[in-house]
């Protein structure tokens, strides 16, 4: 007794290049850039949360490499995802475009998705990288 009902035998799978892209290079596609922008904030906040005590420690130079780190694994995950989606663009019909739009070629579109959100978490990490530059150690009141 065969587990499939006779009409799914001769539907393809929905991913049929899911084995051309390894488990860890979607992953870090979809996550490295986030997961990097996100240790930025919390690092950077700890940090710079008590930059206007006394003793206005100097931690500037420590942002700035955390930045730096945080940008460099946001372009890794730009590439794993990049390097995902080419692995398995032959997955479906069609371009990017209807990669988006129709639901064959999950891991293209996981690769696609990538893509995406690695370079929007790219540009907020960049932003980011700012803040050591451009922000003064402490703002003086005025009154």
Not at 97 to 125: D, K, N, P, Q, Y
């Amino acid at each position: 007794m065969s587990a499939l009902h006779p009409l799914a035998k001769g539907v393809q799978h929905p991913s049929p290049l899911r084995h051309m892209a390894p488990l860890w290079l979607v992953s870090a596609g979809l996550f490295a850039a986030p997961a990097a922008w996100l240790l930025q904030l919390l690092i950077s906040y700890v940090l710079n949360g008590d930059r206007c005590d006394a003793e206005q420690s100097p931690h500037a130079m420590l942002v700035a490499v955390v930045g730096i780190v945080a940008l460099a694994t946001s372009v890794l995950g730009l590439w794993a995802a990049y390097r995902t989606w080419r692995l398995t663009r032959e997955e479906g019909p069609g371009d990017h475009h209807e990669g988006l739009a129709t639901g064959t070629g999950r891991t293209r579109f996981l690769g696609l998705s990538g893509i995406v959100s690695s370079s929007i978490f790219i540009i907020g990490a960049a932003f980011a990288l700012l803040v050591p530059i451009l922000v003064s150690s402490c703002i003086v009141p005025f009154f």
